[in-house]
């Protein structure tokens, strides 16, 4: 029998928190672990959208969030405060999911403090440096630093064997976001932003760094251009928080009949949202995971990817934030009934619902030396 071990789980963004949910409900359930649940509030209302739909209540809050927030800032304020919560905490583990500044912090501090860490979605890489910034060089980091390596898929695990980290700390166990999902679309939820259901639903997300200024600016032109050139459609872009997204957004989309623009919607909305989608553009990572196994055609306004399984099986397109590509790759999807249906076929590459169990047991390995019974 395993003795009680401390488990650390840290959350500080949206997706964080929608990947680390099942792994801290699944925890929760075991005997041996005494799970404690730090928010660092690098989001702040995104964060508490997410830990409110799960039920989940943080033990300790950074709440570090400040508006329009630096990256040296957030990195500074997250090291401080990061310390001191390892030597009150003592955990005999640390648990952290993607490549936020929060994750890259947490890895660094466990670095400093010699606590073992474990890295849910290890693994994924696009191989260039400022795609995404600064995402790519924070997954390096933290994956130079970890202890375990839980990798969604065959892919990333190939990719962290290529930086030399050794197999036998690799666990390939699907996408949390896919138990996530699975969980949350169980409980459909009504949506009520007064849509038009006569209308083709194309539902909008984004809000990478590396797309601020006139990238941003080109992907809402060619939304806006889209909606007068297409009757039959309607856009639902649910803005994210990051004033260099909502003030260009709002200036250049609003006032239009046929794009509703809204504050973020909570998770199980937005699954309801996906559900209902005709086709999705995004430039976020999580949607192009969930957006497949919903058979919902995702157009990626990134020109690089660090989920390439998706654009393998013809499911995920990258269009860039480039005007005429979204423009011609929407238009396509709308007017070509066989290319859609070619994207729109429920494939789910990131795995099957059962990612959190197995990232229970390897962490039971870790501790015991034996494979979980
Ligand atoms: C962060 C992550 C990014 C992740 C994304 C998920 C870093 C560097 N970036 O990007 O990897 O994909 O979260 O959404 O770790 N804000 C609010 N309320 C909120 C959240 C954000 O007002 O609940 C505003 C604040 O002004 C804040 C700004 O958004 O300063 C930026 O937040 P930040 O976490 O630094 O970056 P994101 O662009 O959200
Ligand atoms: N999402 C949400 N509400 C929204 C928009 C997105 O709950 O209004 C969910 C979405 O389903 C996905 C996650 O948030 O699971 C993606 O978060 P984000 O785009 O902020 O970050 P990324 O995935 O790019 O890191």
Not at 33 to 60: N, S
Not at 242 to 267: F, K, M, W
Not at 304 to 320: H, I, K
Not at 340 to 367: L, N, S
Request: aromatic share 6%; with cysteine; glycine share 6%.
């Amino acid at each position: 029998m395993l003795s009680k071990k401390r488990i650390l789980c840290v959350v500080g963004t949206r997706p964080e928190a929608i990947k680390m949910a099942p792994v801290i409900l699944a925890l929760k359930d075991t005997s041996w672990a005494q799970v404690r649940i730090l928010a660092t509030a690098q989001h702040r209302e995104l964060l508490d959208q997410v830990l409110a739909l799960f039920g989940i209540k943080p033990d300790i809050d950074l709440n570090i969030m400040q508006s329009n927030q630096s990256l040296a800032e957030l990195t500074g304020r997250l090291a401080i405060a990061l310390q001191d919560i390892m030597v009150n905490e003592k955990p005999d583990m640390v648990l952290a999911q993607g490549d936020t500044t929060t994750v890259m912090m947490t890895a660094l501090i466990c670095f400093y403090r010699q606590v073992p860490f474990g890295h849910v979605e290890a693994g994924l890489r696009t191989g260039n440096r400022l795609f995404p910034f600064p995402e790519e060089a924070n997954r390096v980091i933290t994956g130079y630093l970890s202890h375990l390596h839980f990798a969604p898929t065959e892919t990333a695990r190939v990719n962290l064997l290529k930086e030399g980290v050794s197999d036998d700390s690799i666990i390939v166990t699907g996408n949390t976001v896919i138990d996530s999902l699975f969980l949350t679309i169980r409980k459909p939820v009504p949506l009520d932003l007064g849509l038009d259901k006569t209308k083709r639903l194309i539902l909008v997300t984004a809000h990478r760094r590396e797309n601020f200024g006139s990238p941003f600016r080109e992907i809402c032109r060619a939304i806006r251009e889209l909606a007068e050139r297409n009757p039959d459609i309607q856009f639902l872009y649910p803005l994210h928080p990051n004033p260099n997204i909502t003030d260009v957004a709002q200036e250049i989309l609003s006032g239009h009949s046929r794009i509703v623009l809204c504050e973020p919607l909570n998770y199980a909305e937005f699954v309801s949202a996906m559900n209902q989608a005709y086709i999705l553009l995004t430039d976020s990572g999580g949607i192009q995971e969930e957006a497949p196994a919903l058979a919902k055609p995702v157009l990626v306004l990134r020109d690089e990817t660090e989920r390439p399984e998706a654009v393998e099986a013809g499911v995920v397109n990258l269009v860039g934030p480039n005007y005429e590509r979204i423009i011609t790759a929407t238009e396509r999807l709308l007017n070509d009934e066989k290319s859609y249906r070619e994207m729109a076929r429920g494939v789910t590459p990131y795995g099957d619902g059962h990612a959190a169990e197995r990232i229970i047991k390897a962490m039971q390995k870790f501790f015991t030396g034996r494979p979980a019974a």
